[in-house]
């Protein structure tokens, strides 16, 4: 993995990008590429990079070139297929300098133009500089595992992996964008184009642009789809668990052999990790080390089920304890690489758990992100299907019961109160509603709009976010089944957005270390994706076909186990003994209303009932809260009260300075 950056004159009479500037922005971006950097620059364009060393070390340096030095490239991301590619250009007649997946890149750029995107299996988000056409192509791969941002500015255009690189140059405004805010207070993160700020875009997962005499023309090169019922695969659940064995077997093996540098893996406990280090212990002969959140808190603590793995892997491991108080320490710096506000504590631990990976000389990890989106594997799956069961005999008491046998490994579960249950399973009951299976999360997480400032969320409220989100479902959806419309809103916001995002990419790369998912390789999601729903979610047992794919890999005890989503203390993070510095001064009625974006007197308010309980006891909803609330006011404090910290400009390995 790497940061990459870069300017783009939108007129010809505009002066050539400044070094200076350029260096700043990579100086911004060294934590995602500490080994190298350098940058390309003619007239009208710059493209600069920092590198993370993982395929061909010795000679991938960028920006890179084709031959003629007529396009130029500046990429974060790994393509696993490159050398089966690089063997199809290679008898075409392309010649190739280095070993990298880099150049395979710019050749099959060369070669198929922008449909080369089609043929990548990988996780990227690149710039391609045509001079030839004076155009820069802009690329971003299939679920958004790698982040690409950019804006128009002053008569250019800039890109770059983070935002606080776009923000280097301290005339780009800094705002919040209300809408962008609206959707994390419902979602969990924003949904691209937006982002939180005022004038700052994503590129959307999948597509990519074309940017020309300063317009930019976005287009999809891959679109999330499921099968109508005529579609769907007709196999039976033997051949289908197989076929899927396979599939991952395959991307596993390829995430694990496809580096010139040691690879490690997450052990979480859970099924998917399990089996992905499972896999690379009995089918590839990579020494395997793993590496483990353990919590103080026995609430989230998963440890039994990871030392068990460890003696059945027999693999070299370290794990690192997390307490309430590391993560309320480390929170503001955490939110630093989120560049957003987020409504749970999970990403700090992941963020000390990548620092313990960098720590032990390792630079990469695979993890089993994907899989529950995937496969149906999230509460929420279940949940929705249980809803439809009740939405059928509303009146029906023993209908009910069957609530009770949702989130069995949550301590304050729902389940347990009956009573409360019900008026929660049962509220949004129109199953005509293509946002059934998450108008109740959508529902409970906008009680945060209650926390803002009355005219905040006025402006806030100008968009109705979800119902712009139901419009842009594609017009086949009526045609799925419901879970498969389930499956498309998660991956289109809580995976992109929230977990391959500010849990995934910003956690990983703040310590310089890239993740790989086996669970996203695009043949093993184009194959789950035709899978009959019944396969996935068969009754209330989420990823029925994983498990009996890979029934012989793990003890039976983690393939049986209750699901137990990743989860970290919240509230008691910032209130479990003293409260940290920072959380006071951000919570003090003064800054809050020169934020302007909460009501000062219910912060007060909810700031005494955690201080009192000292964070213990709090309701989910109370616990969402104080997150979003410090979250916000730190975003607030690193990016708009003051420039982001400038970090020293790198001194460029690779320079190709053309500009005249």
Same mark, same amino acid.
């Given at each position: 993995?790497?940061g990459?950056?870069?300017?783009?004159n939108?007129?010809?009479?505009?002066?050539?990008?400044?070094?200076?500037?350029?260096l700043?922005?990579?100086?911004?971006?060294?934590?995602?590429?500490?080994?190298?950097s350098?940058?390309?620059?003619?007239?009208?364009?710059?493209l600069?990079?920092?590198?993370?060393?993982i395929i061909?070390?010795?000679d991938?340096?960028?920006?890179?070139?084709?031959?003629?030095?007529?396009i130029?490239?500046?990429?974060?991301?790994?393509?696993?297929?490159?050398?089966?590619?690089?063997?199809?250009?290679?008898k075409?007649? !392309?010649?190739?300098?280095?070993?990298?997946?880099?150049?395979?890149i710019?050749?099959?750029?060369?070669?198929?133009?922008?449909?080369?995107?089609?043929?990548?299996?990988?996780?990227?988000?690149?710039?391609?500089w045509?001079?030839?056409?004076n155009t820069?192509?802009?690329?971003?791969?299939r679920?958004g595992?790698?982040p690409?941002y950019?804006?128009?500015?002053?008569?250019?255009?800039?890109?770059? $992996?983070?935002?606080?690189?776009i923000f280097s140059?301290?005339?780009?405004?800094?705002?919040?964008?209300?809408?962008?805010?609206?959707?994390?207070?419902?979602?969990?993160?924003p949904v691209?184009?937006?982002?939180?700020?005022?004038?700052?875009?994503?590129?959307?997962?999948?597509?990519?642009?074309?940017?020309?005499?300063?317009?930019?023309?976005?287009?999809?090169s891959?679109?999330l789809?499921?099968?109508?019922?005529?579609?769907i695969?007709?196999?039976?659940?033997?051949?289908?668990?197989?076929?899927l064995?396979?599939?991952?077997?395959?991307a596993?093996?390829?995430?694990?052999t496809?580096?010139?540098?040691?690879?490690?893996?997450?052990?979480s406990?859970?099924?998917?990790?399990?089996?992905? $280090?499972?896999i690379v212990?009995r089918?590839t002969?990579t020494?395997?080390?793993?590496f483990?959140i353990?919590?103080?808190?026995?609430e989230?603590?998963?440890?039994t089920?990871?030392?068990?793995?460890?003696?059945?892997?027999?693999?070299?491991?370290r794990?690192?304890?997390?307490?309430?108080?590391?993560?309320?320490?480390i929170?503001?710096?955490?939110?630093? !690489?989120?560049e957003?506000?987020?409504?749970r504590?999970a990403?700090?631990?992941?963020?000390?758990l $990548?620092?313990?990976?960098?720590?032990?000389?390792?630079k990469?990890?695979?993890?089993?992100?994907?899989a529950?989106?995937?496969?149906?594997?999230y509460?929420?799956f279940?949940?929705?299907?249980?809803?439809?069961?009740l939405?059928?005999g509303?009146?029906?008491e023993?209908?009910?019961?069957?609530?009770?046998?949702?989130?069995?490994w949550?301590?304050?579960?729902?389940?347990?109160?009956?009573?409360?249950?019900?008026a929660f399973?049962?509220?949004?009951?129109?199953?005509?509603?293509?946002?059934?299976?998450?108008?109740?999360?959508?529902?409970?997480t906008?009680?945060?709009?209650?926390?803002?400032?009355?005219?905040?969320?006025?402006?806030m409220?100008?968009?109705?976010?979800?119902?712009?989100?139901?419009?842009?479902?594609p017009?086949?959806?009526?045609?799925w089944?419901s879970?498969?419309?389930?499956?498309?809103?998660?991956m289109v916001t809580?995976?992109?957005?929230?977990?391959?995002?500010a849990?995934g990419?910003r956690?990983?790369?703040a310590?310089s270390v890239?993740?790989?998912?086996?669970?996203?390789?695009?043949?093993?999601?184009?194959?789950?994706?035709q899978?009959?729903?019944?396969?996935?979610?068969?009754?209330?047992d989420?990823k029925?076909?994983l498990?009996k794919?890979?029934?012989?890999?793990?003890?039976?005890?983690?393939?049986?186990?209750?699901?137990?989503?990743?989860?970290?203390?919240?509230?008691?993070?910032?209130?479990f003994?003293?409260?940290?510095?920072?959380?006071?001064?951000?919570?003090?009625?003064?800054?809050?209303?020169?934020?302007?974006?909460f009501n000062?007197?219910?912060?007060s308010?909810l700031?005494y009932?955690?201080k009192k309980a000292?964070?213990?006891?709090? $309701?989910?909803?109370?616990?969402?809260?104080?997150?979003?609330?410090?979250?916000?006011?730190?975003?607030h404090?690193?990016?708009?009260?003051?420039?982001?910290?400038?970090?020293?400009?790198?001194?460029?390995?690779?320079v190709?300075?053309?500009?005249?």
């Amino acid at each position: 993995m790497c940061g990459i950056c870069g300017i783009v004159n939108n007129h010809k009479d505009n002066s050539p990008p400044e070094v200076p500037l350029l260096l700043q922005m990579m100086g911004s971006l060294t934590h995602r590429g500490p080994d190298s950097s350098g940058y390309y620059r003619d007239n009208l364009a710059a493209l600069a990079h920092t590198r993370l060393a993982i395929i061909d070390v010795s000679d991938g340096a960028q920006p890179l070139s084709n031959e003629d030095k007529t396009i130029w490239i500046t990429f974060n991301g790994e393509i696993f297929n490159y050398i089966e590619l690089a063997e199809i250009l290679k008898k075409s007649g !392309h010649k190739f300098r280095t070993k990298s997946d880099t150049e395979v890149i710019v050749h099959a750029y060369e070669e198929w133009g922008v449909s080369c995107f089609n043929k990548f299996n990988g996780q990227w988000a690149l710039a391609l500089w045509d001079k030839r056409k004076n155009t820069l192509i802009l690329s971003r791969d299939r679920h958004g595992i790698r982040p690409l941002y950019y804006t128009f500015h002053n008569k250019r255009f800039y890109f770059a $992996s983070e935002m606080k690189a776009i923000f280097s140059d301290t005339t780009v405004k800094r705002e919040f964008d209300p809408s962008g805010l609206h959707q994390v207070f419902t979602f969990w993160s924003p949904v691209a184009p937006r982002t939180v700020f005022k004038g700052i875009f994503e590129l959307k997962p999948g597509h990519f642009g074309c940017l020309k005499n300063g317009r930019l023309e976005e287009e999809a090169s891959f679109t999330l789809r499921f099968p109508e019922k005529k579609e769907i695969n007709r196999k039976s659940l033997e051949e289908n668990a197989e076929e899927l064995r396979h599939h991952l077997l395959t991307a596993s093996k390829l995430r694990f052999t496809r580096s010139d540098v040691p690879v490690g893996a997450y052990l979480s406990g859970g099924l998917d990790s399990s089996i992905s $280090s499972a896999i690379v212990s009995r089918f590839t002969d990579t020494p395997l080390k793993t590496f483990s959140i353990r919590f103080t808190d026995p609430e989230f603590d998963e440890g039994t089920y990871q030392n068990e793995m460890v003696r059945y892997l027999g693999t070299e491991h370290r794990d690192v304890a997390v307490s309430q108080g590391d993560i309320g320490s480390i929170f503001p710096e955490v939110i630093r !690489h989120t560049e957003r506000p987020i409504l749970r504590t999970a990403p700090a631990p992941l963020f000390l758990l $990548s620092k313990l990976v960098r720590e032990s000389g390792y630079k990469v990890v695979v993890t089993g992100e994907g899989a529950d989106e995937v496969l149906a594997g999230y509460d929420i799956f279940r949940e929705e299907k249980v809803r439809r069961f009740l939405a059928r005999g509303p009146l029906s008491e023993k209908r009910d019961e069957i609530i009770l046998s949702l989130y069995p490994w949550m301590a304050r579960s729902p389940g347990k109160i009956p009573a409360f249950a019900k008026a929660f399973f049962t509220k949004a009951m129109d199953p005509s509603d293509p946002g059934f299976s998450h108008r109740p999360r959508w529902n409970t997480t906008s009680s945060l709009l209650l926390m803002v400032s009355p005219d905040f969320r006025e402006e806030m409220t100008n968009t109705d976010v979800t119902r712009e989100l139901l419009d842009s479902l594609p017009p086949e959806h009526t045609a799925w089944d419901s879970l498969f419309r389930s499956q498309y809103l998660e991956m289109v916001t809580l995976l992109s957005g929230y977990i391959l995002s500010a849990q995934g990419d910003r956690m990983l790369m703040a310590n310089s270390v890239e993740g790989r998912f086996p669970f996203l390789d695009c043949n093993l999601v184009e194959f789950a994706n035709q899978l009959p729903a019944h396969h996935k979610l068969l009754a209330l047992d989420e990823k029925h076909i994983l498990k009996k794919a890979c029934k012989d890999l793990v003890p039976s005890s983690v393939l049986t186990r209750s699901k137990q989503p990743y989860r970290a203390p919240d509230a008691a993070s910032f209130f479990f003994a003293k409260t940290p510095e920072w959380v006071d001064h951000l919570t003090d009625e003064e800054a809050v209303k020169k934020a302007g974006i909460f009501n000062s007197q219910a912060v007060s308010k909810l700031v005494y009932k955690c201080k009192k309980a000292k964070g213990h006891s709090m $309701s989910n909803t109370d616990n969402m809260r104080i997150t979003a609330i410090l979250s916000t006011m730190l975003t607030h404090h690193y990016f708009i009260e003051s420039n982001p910290p400038q970090q020293s400009p790198p001194r460029p390995q690779t320079v190709i300075d053309l500009a005249g």
